[in-house]
T-cell receptor, first 114, second 118 residues
Framework: ETGVTQTPRHLVMGMTNKKSLKCEQHLGHNAMYWYKQSAKKPLELMFV???????ENNSVPSRFSPECPNSSHLFLHLHTLQPEDSALYLC?????????????FGPGTRLTVT | AQKVTQAQTEISVVEKEDVTLDCVYETRDTTYYLFWYKQPPSGELVFLIR??????QNEISGRYSWNFQKSTSSFNFTITASQVVDSAVYFC???????????????FGQGTRLTINP
């Protein structure tokens, strides 16, 4: 495996379900990110983890709960979502050390909330 | 606050034409970084280039070139002799100062959907 992988690639869930999105990076990076990409909206940064500590939470509703057990893995736990949460969820990683380091993205999880 | 504007929502050209994607940014930072990403239909954002605010030299990579002009706060992207495989959504992004060293915050533009027709 290389780069950033995300599973599942597609997910359909009801509003009362609980599911988790998984992200794994194989680049030796120590910062990881969750983004939300909705139709006709810019990519929205949701969470940032640096050295496994959450350093940024952009006013995301509590029905989204991130978890970063180590520098290679990042989860997004979902519960009681709303239809407007349907979107492409992208994970990214970068190497801590300054703003110059580009982020590498995974293929995303296409989430549909019914 | 940082902001990135990509005024062109969609562009459609015929193969082999040159095409320029515009990007205008706003920031109060004196040190910042600009990026271009490509998002093909598969969904994954592919990193294309990074440019820091102190380097205004234009850059060329094969058929791709970038024109960074601080005077107009623009970082435009040109594809020469476009090909069908260039069809994708292209995003311009600006790094924002993070309160914590290291982890960066990227501010993205709305993206430009580029279609190259055979």
């Amino acid at each position: 495996e290389t780069g950033v992988t995300q599973t599942p690639r597609h997910l359909v869930m009801g509003m009362t379900n609980k599911k988790s999105l998984k992200c794994e990076q194989h680049l030796g990076h120590n910062a990881m990110y969750w983004y939300k990409q909705s139709a006709k909206k810019p990519l929205e940064l949701m969470f940032v983890y640096s050295l496994e500590e959450r350093v940024e939470n952009n006013s995301v509703p509590s029905r989204f709960s991130p978890e970063c057990p180590n520098s290679s893995h990042l989860f997004l736990h979902l519960h009681t979502l709303q239809p407007e949460d349907s979107a492409l969820y992208l994970c990214a990683s970068s190497q801590e050390g300054g703003a110059s380091y580009e982020q590498y993205f995974g293929p995303g999880t296409r989430l549909t909330v019914t | 606050a940082q902001k990135v504007t990509q005024a062109q929502t969609e562009i459609s050209v015929v193969e082999k034409e040159d095409v320029t994607l515009d990007c205008v940014y706003e920031t109060r930072d004196t040190t910042y970084y600009l990026f271009w990403y490509k998002q093909p239909p598969s969904g994954e954002l592919v990193f294309l280039i990074r440019r820091n605010s102190f380097d205004e030299q234009n850059e060329i990579s094969g058929r791709y070139s970038w024109n960074f002009q601080k005077s107009t706060s623009s970082f435009n992207f040109t594809i020469t002799a476009s090909q069908v495989v260039d069809s994708a959504v292209y995003f311009c992004a600006l790094s924002e100062e993070s309160p914590t060293q290291g982890a960066q915050k990227l501010v993205f533009g709305q993206g430009t959907r580029l279609t190259i027709n055979p």
